[in-house]
């Protein structure tokens, strides 16, 4: 059982930079790959981005490749987001989950996660 928990949302002005957390419970928090996922009222939930238990491969959703970069800190069971150069699109409340065995791009094959936290990016 793996409970997360997100926190670095909030307002930014479009162009800047926002770094979100996501903290886990458990021991075996480096067995996960993780992920980023971002949802709009009204619209499906969104893969951002992924990264393996190692933290040696990642993987972006197009629309924020090149301007947000994912990471992991395997002993503070930490997973995080770092975004630059944000857009107003970017609006969105954004949720980490936990994987067993691997990464993937879908949500549903995705096994824990966290409550959300807002991002809003003003004009």
């Known amino acids: 059982q793996v409970q997360l928990v997100e926190s670095g949302g909030g307002l930014v002005q479009a162009g800047g930079s926002l770094r979100l957390s996501c903290a886990a419970s458990?021991?075996?928090?480096?067995?996960?790959?993780m992920g980023w996922f971002r949802q709009v009222p009204g619209k499906e939930r969104e893969f951002v981005a992924t990264i393996s238990w190692s933290g040696g491969w990642t993987d972006y959703a197009g629309s924020v490749k090149g301007r947000f970069t994912i990471s992991r800190d395997n002993a503070k069971n930490t997973v995080y987001l770092q975004m630059n150069s944000m857009k107003p699109e970017d609006t969105a409340v954004y949720y980490c989950?936990?994987?067993?065995?691997?990464?993937?791009?879908?949500?549903?094959?995705?096994?824990?996660w966290g409550q959300g936290t807002q991002v809003t990016v003003s004009s």
């Open positions: 458990g021991r075996t928090f480096s067995a996960y790959g």
């Open positions: 989950a936990a994987k067993v065995g691997g990464t993937a791009v879908v949500g549903t094959r995705y096994d824990y």
